[in-house]
């Protein structure tokens, strides 16, 4: 029988469950949510806020780089912390172009 070798694959791996998970999440959307609220309006939002950011941009951006044909969140690394902050730099961009009105 010949056997050929499987490519090697990278996998997303989600971060893990219970409470080391949570616990994960929530420090990665508070980094990511606060280095999104820097990047676009060059202050923090708060902490709650920044968490909340972070984690929906964690989901937004790993919608966006898979589409792009990317890897999204793969668990608590650098990686997931780009795809976090710009997921979140996203939503603050949409959210100020629909609902912020200056003049």
Do not use: Q
């Not at 409470?19 to 990511?32: C, V």
């Amino acid at each position: 029988m010949n056997k050929t070798p499987v490519a090697n694959v990278r996998t997303a791996e989600p971060i893990g469950r219970g409470i080391h998970g949570i616990l994960a999440w929530i420090i990665l959307g508070l980094i990511a949510g606060f280095i999104a609220s820097r990047i676009v309006h060059n202050e923090g939002a708060g902490c709650a806020l920044d968490i909340v950011l972070g984690i929906v941009g964690a989901l937004v951006g790993g919608i966006i780089f898979s589409a792009l044909g990317g890897v999204g969140v793969t668990g608590f690394n650098l990686w997931s912390l780009f795809v976090a902050t710009i997921g979140a730099v996203v939503i603050l961009i949409v959210y100020h172009a629909l609902f912020d009105r200056r003049y």
